[in-house]
């Protein structure tokens, strides 16, 4: 009998699928997974309709908490920036009771952080003496995006955690490439690789994942023409660049350079808000909150090529034949230098 008992804090459908991942093989592939708690971060609308088949077949129960602007918001910028250790915890215990009756077994437990950015900060400063694992967040997690000056000014006046795992609290960081990570990473680093993995899951544990995230949405993919698949993401969401008709042009300009003998297959990140059947009505268009990698799941699905702008995610499903990174041409449409920073980065890789 497996008695561990694990606490799972997800932000994407990327970390959530990585956690599943996680739980499966910590339980030595079996069915037996111990006790395991997930907390979600309210940033994905919608995957709160996951929660029942998350609760019936991984986790004992399930919580949504809120996310880092709401705490910012009603802690103030003073409480939040400069006595965050000190006001948080009461604060969020008050506003989400199940924190403070699920403490006994957060601390009992192993707890496995998805990015370690201030949204975690209850569990970072909860755990802080008896360590955390913190699972990848996709490119972010292979660049050190902070600078001398930020380490010094979190660590030591605000004891705020750093991004990205680099806090001596981070015992572990669980990712896809260890040897990519940044040298001050390496020590820590623990392989947790997705391509890797599906060929150790059972028949059952790959049908039970796919269709938990599918959520009864039948996949119309034509078996009989070549397919391309495109990544979009959240860029006029997260004001990269200036608006949603920007972005549309991005991708119209993308999708204009396909040839037409294949069938186009758009697969929207979870927090986008556009919806892309009303601008690309030949293209087949995924759920939101179907994890692009399920597709390694099941055996007859391949594509000719694959197109994003800066997407790790595209890496992560082996059934492509050409991979191709069009951020690049787009530089000048991206507000954010640390997109750029990171798209310069991908091309150079």
């Known amino acids: 009998m497996n008695n561990k008992k694990r606490t799972y804090v997800a932000t994407t459908i990327y970390h959530l699928y990585l956690s599943i991942l996680h739980l499966i093989k910590d339980a030595n592939y079996t069915e037996t997974y111990g006790e395991n708690l997930l907390f979600l971060i309210e940033t994905t609308p919608g995957i709160e309709v996951l929660i029942p088949a998350l609760k019936q077949h991984f986790f004992k129960e399930v919580h949504i908490l809120s996310k880092k602007k709401t705490h910012k918001k009603e802690l103030g910028k003073f409480n939040y920036g400069l006595r965050r250790k000190s ?21 009992a437990s192993d707890v496995y952080l998805c990015e370690t950015d201030s949204s975690k900060s209850y569990f970072y400063y909860l ?14 997690t292979y660049i050190k995006n902070h600078s001398k000056i930020e380490y010094l000014y ?38 947790l ?7 150790l899951l059972k028949e059952e ?8 995230f599918l959520f009864n949405t039948p996949l119309n993919i034509s078996h009989d023409k070549k397919k391309v698949l495109v990544l979009t993401q959240p860029i006029s969401e997260d004001n990269i660049v200036a608006s949603e008709a920007v972005k549309i042009k991005i991708y119209k300009d993308l999708i204009d350079r396909i040839p037409k003998e294949y069938q186009i297959i758009i697969k929207t990140h979870p927090r986008e808000k556009t919806d892309y059947s009303l601008h690309f009505n030949t293209a087949l268009v ?32 082996k059934r492509i034949k050409e991979r191709h990174y069009m951020g690049i041409d787009y530089l000048d449409y991206f507000a954010s230098k640390a997109i750029k920073k990171l798209i310069l980065h991908t091309n150079k890789s």
Do not use: W
């Open 193 to 199: 690789n997705i391509n890797k993995e599906l060929p």
């Open 87 to 107: 006001t948080l915890i009461p604060y969020l215990e008050k506003k989400h009771p199940c924190l403070a009756n699920e403490k006994a077994f957060i601390l």
């Open 154 to 191: 979190k660590t030591f006046l605000t004891n705020t955690p750093l991004a990205g795992g680099y806090n001596k609290e981070i015992s572990a960081v669980l990712a896809q490439y260890p040897d990519k990570l940044p040298a001050e990473l390496k020590q820590k680093a623990v392989e």
């Open 286 to 317: 995924l759920p939101k909150l179907f994890p692009i990698e399920l597709l390694d799941l099941k055996d007859n699905f391949e594509f000719e090529k694959g197109y994003t702008l800066f997407s790790t995610a595209l890496e992560n499903l």
């Open 127 to 140: 755990c802080a003496n008896k360590g955390m694992s913190m699972i990848e967040d996709g490119a972010r």
């Open 205 to 212: 544990h790959k049908n039970l994942i796919f269709n938990l």
